[in-house]
């Protein structure tokens, strides 16, 4: 069971989207790029656990209850954790809680009510640290090299095999075979294809500053991703340019190991089918596990790769569903999904794309044409007046770009939950 949306926005909007930890002072969301949202994570922190197992969660309060908005706190993840672990719970009772977010709220109504009274007057410049769904590339390969190629399409070509796992992408364009791997050299894995001889040779930022050419870079690290998560065996949904999590036998769920932020070890599902809560039926649907990936340039020669957690549903394991259907259900999925687990969500992308490494890599061929991909969540400090204070509520004034709780509602979904799925596991 999720918290409803209502539940949510009445949360977000009376905490001023602000964690309500004593002076934490932390914008929970952040303005993104007309390019790619940069997500930034409140946590709908329960104040009696969800599970009678869990923090504080030993309570006359119905399931529904714990849902609510009068059980729930707006916390940035790090006071979320505090207040969950297992050595401060005789501090941080259901009681101090309670009184934790009445001072908050009060406070963030004192700030916005009263500021009309109060001409002149500067809200404080506060230190936040925002964190994105957004990683930051770490090395570009330096050099793209072009040879006339006889194949008219990109199926009739075949590179030879390499050794120690290179990947060879590449692109067909305009009579060209354009790839990483240097095809002046008589070996390359495209010799066969190629007229090595005639081999031009680009400097990777010449092209990022060509349009043209920005859009053939794009498409050959694209067929790079291909690469890499066909190796991580997953599976591309072309129509949705995502990759998902297939079972490995018909019928069979699937869960696979990761690395979770707090913990050494865990698994997470990946391929399931979800049941009713109340009978334990199965549903006639199933989920798996998907991601969107996007290289996308900022600034200058700063390239990063979003990671967007996504669900796609099949009605068997394998057989998409229709697009009318898929709306709804992903629709519903994807606005619980918001604050409360897309960090999870990312964390276990990056991990799982990564191999539980600190980066993802791309290997072709040489040092210094290898791309490489840090898997620290980047996050930054911004010194910034906290909540604009001119603005009746802050939250209007933080535009979410296309994130998935407007997204929901432009949908028009309603919030209602009486056909209450298994919430992501
Ligand atoms: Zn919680
Ligand atoms: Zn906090």
Redesign the pocket.
Known sequence: MAVPVAQQRKLTQRSGNI?A?PD?G?LLTAQGTPEDPVVVLGEMAHIVAESPNGPRGDSPLTPEERNRYENLIL??N??HQLIDSEGALAKYTVERLHAMKEAHEQRIERRLGGRSNVPSELPPIVNDTVYSNVLPVTQMPRYIYGAPCSAGRESEVRPAATSAGVMTPFILREGRLWAFQDLRDSGNPFADAVACTETERFSTKEWWTDPDKLGWYVALLNRSLNKLTGRLGLRLDHDHHRYYFEPEAAGVERSVPYRPLNANRATRSVVWQPKKRATGEARNYWLHRAVSLRFFLIGDNQWCLSVRPELRVTSDGFESMQAKYIGRQVTRKKSRLFNHDLLGEVQFWRDFLGRSTPRIFFPFGTDRQNLIVSTSLSSGQVRWPGIPAEHDMPFKNVEYVDDLFTWAEAEGLSDDDEDEEEALR
């Open positions: 964690c930890f934490c932390l916390l940035c790090q006071h």
